[in-house]
């Protein structure tokens, strides 16, 4: 069946219909955006990912539109009241907001006041309100009942009914909601400063913007304020010109149709606008936040491994010590040590400390420190700098420490290192982040890595999906050396799962010791494969493995 949504995908994101059409088949074969972007690029035309993954994510998003519109009409139409024009309009809906708008007048509801008094059978009476008769108050003493005992209450009652009819108006709420997303301010006052001993907030004490022009950090930095109950946000409106445009529905006015203006006004149509315009603006400012995050995950992931090279991490300290962890030319830890190189060490444990580092330097002929960037990283910096005056050869480098805290408590931590300590860990992290900031950082969950903002006020499931699209993205597009990678840099390789990639990393090593032993320049060793269309062969080239993936659909021979 032909995908309804092609012409749509294909307008909206400027690309060919057969273009879109092949990476929704792909996608439903269930082949990986990796995958097709490195492996089907003559079927999709040169689609890279991020391409791919805008059409996979759009097509979801309209695909739930239409599944919604659909269950919409389905259900005015078995009551009997969808009219032509409504269903078109329905139908031209281009948000998920604006079909149930229209949707609101025909949706079950919770028993109202409204609903009382229709069954009190009130309903004539709010028909006379609206034709501005002269003795409301005698034709309420006919309608009285044990529910509206007075005729007080019977038109109170009345004018319930008309303000439930009258809020649900979709086009008096759409011109409500153009009005304040137009012309109104969003603002924030302070509401409890001993909240924001920092004073974090502060710009938001007193602040107010027009609702059309909020940058996106704002919207998240007054959510977070108002969360944590610094802030009180609100909205300022001209309600006067509101109050306006309504009452230019009636022709004649009465002091129940005033009430019945401003009630629903105030207290039910500007409510839910300003509900459903503070979703949109978070929702887009989350969307620019993980896009933010996104990006410069994927440039840190990028950076140029130094390769080659003798490295000691150092993870600085005051009061516990300086970590450091010497790994080899492949990331393989040599030796770990403390030291305590600033105050509030004593001048012997100083002078220890440049001994005891020098030594190391000497020992392992180490090329380069990678000091970590968290605290006492200047005073640590300056230490090093004093020792290397004696070793013109070695040079040092800061390193972004972000995550490796997190890295050295996690349960893949302690089963690569199970008998050292967290912050010997640590140390090891720093220095394997600057020989290959890939394969290190792949271990560490995104969100710990510390370049995004407002990570924690997003929606967490959104920017989970985004990270690993950009991690696996990242690594599909540099490749992995299976020689030194490990099982979580194999996970992410398009056609392995993280069982077969546990299993595959030893083997790899195995198939290395083989290889040794074979004396034909290339020989085909096939592991098992890990999905029905995805056979995955390790292709033996002197001096180095290459990693080729392809499609199959047979079982895996040797060749």
């Given at each position: 069946?032909?995908?309804?949504?092609l012409?749509?995908?294909?307008?909206e994101?400027?690309?060919?219909?057969?273009?879109?059409?092949?990476v929704?088949?792909?996608?439903?074969?269930?082949n990986?955006?990796?995958?097709?972007?490195?492996?089907?690029?003559?079927?999709?035309?040169?689609?890279?990912?991020?391409?791919?993954?805008?059409?996979?994510d759009?097509?979801k998003?309209?695909?739930a539109?239409?599944?919604?519109?659909?269950?919409?009409?389905?259900?005015?139409?078995?009551?009997?009241?969808?009219t032509?024009?409504l269903?078109?309009?329905?139908e031209?809906a281009?948000?998920?907001?604006?079909?149930?708008?229209?949707?609101?007048?025909?949706?079950?509801?919770?028993?109202?006041?409204?609903?009382?008094?229709?069954?009190?059978?009130?309903?004539?009476?709010?028909?006379?309100?609206?034709?501005?008769?002269?003795?409301?108050?005698?034709?309420?003493?006919k309608?009285?009942?044990?529910?509206?005992p007075?005729?007080d209450?019977?038109?109170?009652?009345?004018?319930?009914?008309?303000?439930?009819?009258f809020?649900?108006d979709?086009?008096?709420?759409s011109?409500?909601y153009?009005?304040i997303?137009?012309?109104?301010?969003?603002?924030?006052?302070?509401?409890?400063?001993?909240?924001?001993?920092?004073?974090?907030?502060?710009?938001?004490?007193d602040?107010?913007?027009?609702?059309?022009?909020?940058?996106?950090?704002?919207?998240?930095?007054?959510?977070?304020?108002?969360?944590?109950?610094?802030?009180?946000?609100?909205?300022?409106?001209?309600?006067e010109?509101?109050?306006?445009?309504?009452?230019?529905?009636?022709k004649q006015?009465?002091?129940?149709?005033?009430?019945?203006?401003?009630?629903?006004?105030?207290?039910k149509?500007?409510?839910?606008m300003?509900r459903?315009?503070?979703?949109?603006?978070?929702?887009?400012?989350?969307?620019?936040?993980?896009?933010?995050?996104?990006?410069?995950?994927?440039?840190?992931?990028?950076?140029?491994?130094?390769?080659g090279?003798?490295?000691l991490?150092?993870?600085?300290?005051?009061?516990?010590g300086?970590?450091l962890?010497v790994?080899?030319?492949?990331g393989?830890?040599?030796?770990?040590?403390?030291?305590?190189?600033?105050?509030?060490a004593?001048?012997?444990?100083?002078?220890?400390?440049?001994?005891?580092?020098?030594?190391?330097?000497?020992?392992?002929?180490?090329?380069?420190?990678?000091?970590?960037?968290?605290?006492?990283?200047?005073?640590?910096?300056?230490?090093?700098?004093?020792?290397l005056?004696?070793?013109?050869?070695?040079?040092?480098?800061?390193?972004?420490?972000?995550?490796?805290?997190?890295?050295?408590?996690s349960?893949?931590?302690?089963?690569?290192?199970p008998?050292?300590?967290?912050?010997?860990?640590?140390?090891?992290?720093?220095?394997r982040?600057?020989?290959?900031?890939l394969?290190?950082?792949?271990?560490?969950?995104p969100?710990?890595?510390?370049?995004?903002?407002?990570?924690?006020?997003?929606?967490?499931?959104?920017?989970?999906?985004?990270l690993?699209?950009v991690?696996?993205?990242?690594?599909?597009?540099?490749?992995?050396?299976?020689?030194?990678?490990?099982?979580?840099?194999?996970?992410?390789?398009?056609?392995?799962?993280?069982?077969?990639s546990?299993?595959?990393?030893?083997?790899?090593?195995?198939?290395?010791?083989?290889?040794?032993?074979?004396k034909?320049?290339?020989?085909?060793?096939?592991?098992?494969?890990?999905?029905n269309?995805?056979?995955?062969s390790?292709?033996?080239q002197?001096?180095r493995?290459?990693?080729?993936?392809?499609?199959?659909?047979?079982?895996?021979?040797q060749r």
């Amino acid at each position: 069946m032909e995908n309804r949504n092609l012409e749509t995908l294909a307008q909206e994101l400027g690309l060919k219909k057969q273009q879109v059409e092949t990476v929704l088949e792909l996608t439903a074969e269930g082949n990986t955006i990796p995958f097709i972007a490195r492996y089907r690029k003559e079927k999709t035309g040169n689609l890279d990912e991020t391409q791919i993954k805008a059409i996979i994510d759009m097509d979801k998003s309209l695909t739930a539109l239409q599944d919604r519109k659909e269950t919409v009409l389905a259900k005015i139409e078995s009551q009997g009241k969808l009219t032509d024009q409504l269903k078109a309009a329905i139908e031209a809906a281009e948000k998920l907001a604006d079909v149930e708008e229209l949707y609101l007048p025909y949706k079950e509801k919770r028993r109202t006041k409204a609903t009382i008094a229709r069954e009190a059978g009130l309903f004539p009476l709010a028909r006379l309100i609206l034709q501005n008769s002269p003795n409301l108050k005698a034709e309420a003493e006919k309608l009285t009942s044990e529910a509206f005992p007075t005729a007080d209450k019977a038109l109170a009652g009345a004018v319930d009914i008309l303000v439930e009819a009258f809020s649900e108006d979709n086009s008096l709420r759409s011109w409500t909601y153009n009005e304040i997303w137009n012309n109104s301010d969003i603002t924030s006052t302070l509401k409890d400063q001993s909240l924001d001993e920092k004073e974090t907030f502060k710009i938001y004490y007193d602040f107010a913007d027009k609702v059309s022009k909020l940058q996106g950090y704002r919207t998240l930095a007054l959510n977070r304020g108002e969360k944590l109950g610094v802030i009180k946000v609100n909205f300022k409106h001209n309600i006067e010109k509101m109050h306006r445009f309504y009452s230019a529905r009636f022709k004649q006015k009465n002091d129940y149709i005033e009430e019945v203006i401003n009630q629903s006004l105030k207290k039910k149509i500007i409510p839910a606008m300003e509900r459903r315009i503070r979703s949109e603006l978070t929702e887009a400012a989350e969307d620019g936040a993980i896009n933010l995050f996104s990006q410069n995950l994927r440039s840190l992931l990028l950076v140029s491994p130094l390769k080659g090279k003798m490295v000691l991490g150092f993870d600085p300290a005051f009061r516990t010590g300086a970590k450091l962890a010497v790994v080899d030319q492949t990331g393989k830890l040599i030796t770990t040590q403390v030291i305590y190189p600033v105050a509030p060490a004593s001048q012997a444990k100083i002078a220890q400390a440049k001994k005891d580092l020098a030594d190391l330097i000497k020992k392992h002929a180490i090329e380069i420190i990678a000091i970590g960037n968290g605290t006492a990283s200047r005073e640590s910096e300056a230490f090093v700098a004093e020792v290397l005056k004696d070793f013109p050869e070695t040079s040092y480098v800061i390193v972004n420490e972000s995550g490796a805290s997190v890295y050295s408590a996690s349960e893949l931590a302690r089963h690569e290192f199970p008998d050292l300590t967290v912050e010997k860990r640590s140390a090891i992290s720093i220095a394997r982040r600057l020989q290959d900031p890939l394969a290190e950082l792949v271990k560490i969950d995104p969100k710990s890595i510390g370049v995004g903002q407002y990570q924690h006020d997003v929606s967490q499931k959104k920017l989970s999906e985004n990270l690993d699209f950009v991690v696996d993205t990242v690594v599909n597009q540099v490749g992995v050396n299976v020689n030194t990678a490990s099982s979580t840099l194999l996970s992410h390789v398009s056609g392995l799962n993280k069982t077969i990639s546990e299993i595959s990393s030893p083997t790899v090593r195995k198939m290395v010791r083989l290889h040794r032993v074979l004396k034909s320049k290339r020989s085909h060793v096939l592991v098992p494969r890990p999905s029905n269309k995805l056979q995955v062969s390790f292709v033996f080239q002197m001096p180095r493995i290459s990693w080729i993936i392809r499609e199959s659909t047979q079982s895996p021979t040797q060749r």
